[in-house]
């Protein structure tokens, strides 16, 4: 059971005017998609994580009356410093048209 809810795929859509969709594919074939509004969308930030034996980087939306960071990727273990960046500059580019 735990091994069909491992993630194979993930991605994240930058929808114009409206809003970002993150998407989950796991092993078992289950689909988890999450859309939120560009209204609410505060920032788009690279963070670190810092756990006792490593630090990771990671992508993360603010999203306004979420409880919790929006993690595109969080599965992604193995996304390098370069990945990071090419994203981080990719979608801040493509929201600052919106947020202008």
Sequence with gaps: MLLGSKPVKESLMVIS???IQTFTKTISGQE???FHDISRIR???INDH???YYVRQYCAFLVENEKEL???FKNCTNLRQLDLEYIYCSVKQMLSQQWN
Aim: glycine share 6%; hydrophobic share 55%.
């Design 17 to 19: 005017d409206l809003g």
């Design 32 to 34: 988890i998609k999450q």
């Design 43 to 45: 920032d788009f930030i």
């Design 50 to 52: 810092v756990t006792f």
């Design 70 to 72: 929006v993690v595109p």
